[in-house]
């Protein structure tokens, strides 16, 4: 099989592109990325040079580079994406244009040469669930998005579902939980979590850390999409998440804070996200269809997360400093309008 892989240095991208070699080694990728700030070029350097792996370096609203890319595969497996909740607060119109146009221009690309195309899409379409409450997010989960992040992932579902209603474009969309693993930018939680106590310093928990979330290992995502490539039904959305619901912000950080021998006075309360959400996914359908389920459980996968940031503190060193430099941006922000 032919792949293009769109945001393939990002960080779930890379972790696909080394997943479906490693289970796919005769099978050909080629990886589209703009290389924005969440890239890191030096992520899938042991590919390059071999004759199944081309980088491209460009933008999916490109349509003339685009267009004889989708022309020479068989399958689209597109995750390039403005990813940052925090950062979709700062410059929303940067998400409309790489979520939503990107996305189109995609779409129509794969309409022109009729490609299978697959979208990764988020839970953070569905909303938020209300505290107190065991509810979790389904495919039949109205949308009701609260930041402009998740706003441009519902409007690139809305375009993708679309696509193939109109047009007959084989399609599938997978909605999937918080991702955490190697290779994720130190501006997400758990990384700048863990990268924080590395360098000694506080963590900063948003609030008062009860909202919720279900986290995924990155590898059990990247199976899942494997899975629903090669198996899924054209057409159909999949749910994914992980095997505990509704992980409040604080026990996740005393988790990372006990497996790393630290005490809970390196916690920081700073103020809230605005419109900040829950989550929790229900994955019965993609279970009980296509048989996938998470291998990982939340302590194994954290765990083997710490050790790899452990290891690799070259790799995150100059997109930390991007990252604390924005969130110094995001916190006069937050001053101005509180
Ligand atoms: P990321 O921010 O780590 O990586 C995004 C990649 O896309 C980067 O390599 C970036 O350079 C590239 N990119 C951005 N704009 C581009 C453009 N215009 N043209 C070409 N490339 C561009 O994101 P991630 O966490 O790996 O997420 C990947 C996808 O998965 C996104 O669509 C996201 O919405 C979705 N998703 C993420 C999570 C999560 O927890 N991280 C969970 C569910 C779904
Ligand atoms: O320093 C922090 N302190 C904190 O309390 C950061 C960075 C976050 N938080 C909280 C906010 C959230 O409740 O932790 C939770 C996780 O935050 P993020 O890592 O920013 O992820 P989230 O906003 O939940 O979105 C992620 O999961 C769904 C990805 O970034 C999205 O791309 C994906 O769609």
């Known amino acids: 099989m032919k792949l293009l892989i769109t945001?393939?240095?990002g960080f779930i991208g890379t972790n696909f592109i080394r997943h479906w070699f490693s289970v796919h080694p005769s099978d050909s990728i080629i990886n589209l990325d703009k290389i924005t700030y969440a890239a890191n070029p030096k992520n899938l350097i042991e590919f390059e040079g071999k004759n199944n792996y081309r980088f491209v370096k460009g933008d999916i609203l490109d349509t003339d580079l685009v267009d004889p890319l989708v022309s020479q595969v068989d399958v689209i497996v597109h995750f390039a994406a403005e990813s940052h909740v925090d950062r979709s607060i700062d410059d929303p119109l940067l998400f409309v244009r790489t979520n939503v146009l990107g996305t189109y221009t995609l779409l129509n690309a794969a309409h022109k040469y009729q490609k299978r195309f697959h979208h990764v899409s988020t839970d953070e379409v569905f909303g938020s669930i209300p505290f107190d409450s065991d509810e979790q997010f389904n495919e039949l989960t109205p949308y009701d998005p609260s930041s402009p992040y998740s706003a441009s992932k519902a409007a690139s579902d809305h375009f993708v579902r679309s696509f193939h209603k109109t047009f007959g474009l084989p399609i599938t969309i997978s909605?999937?939980?918080n991702n955490y693993g190697p290779y994720q930018h130190p501006e997400k939680m758990i990384p700048r979590t863990i990268t924080n106590l590395l360098a000694g310093e506080?963590?900063?928990v948003y609030g008062q850390g009860d909202n919720f979330r279900d986290w995924l290992h990155v590898k059990d995502h990247c199976r899942a999409i494997e899975?629903?490539?090669l198996h899924?039904?054209?057409g159909e959305t999949?749910?994914?998440?992980g095997l505990k619901k509704g992980t409040?912000?604080?026990d996740l950080v005393k988790n990372i804070l006990s497996l790393m021998g630290k005490d809970e006075s390196f916690i920081e309360y700073v103020p809230d996200r605005p419109a900040h959400d829950n989550y929790a996914v229900n994955w019965n359908k993609i279970h009980q269809e296509l048989g996938w389920e998470p291998q990982y459980t939340l302590d194994t996968g954290l765990r083997q997360t710490i050790d790899w940031y452990q290891k690799h503190q070259d790799w995150y060193q100059d997109s930390k400093k991007e990252a604390e430099i924005f969130y110094q941006k995001l916190?006069?922000?937050k001053n101005i309008h509180k």
């Open 7 to 9: 945001g393939g240095l």
């Open 175 to 177: 909605n999937c939980s």
């Open 202 to 204: 506080k963590i900063k």
């Open 227 to 229: 899975t629903i490539i």
């Open 232 to 234: 899924g039904k054209i």
């Open 238 to 241: 999949y749910c994914i998440g």
């Open 248 to 250: 409040a912000n604080i």
């Open 331 to 333: 916190a006069d922000y």
